[in-house]
């Protein structure tokens, strides 16, 4: 089955030749999770920090359907951006989820 890849930082550079930016289609047996596609990819599990199935976050052994589109995003830090981690209340992973959902949407 085919699914779409988004990726983000590092995660880019094991994206498949013929991807367009930082997108691409892969191929993955039915059923695959998202590890699969992770490594389908060459790229090491511990490179993810955060995945969004179909814009919804999800863990990494979340099972896709034809067609999904799959968000890969490494850990990343420094800067100055639309959240800050020191003054928020939330967890750092669900404010750079939210910080990715905007980027995406």
Known sequence: MRVGVVCFGAMRAHLP???????????????????DVVES???????VFAVLVDGRQAPIDQPLQEGAEVTLM??????????????????????????????VH
């Open 41 to 47: 990819m060459g790229a090491p599990r511990a490179l």
């Open 74 to 103: 490494p850990p990343f830090a420094g800067g100055e951006g639309l959240l800050s981690a020191a003054t928020s209340p939330r967890p750092p992973e669900t404010l750079c989820l939210q910080a990715l959902c905007r980027l």
């Open 17 to 35: 030749p013929g991807s367009v930016g930082n997108r691409a289609e892969v191929e993955v047996q039915e059923g695959a999770s998202v590890a």
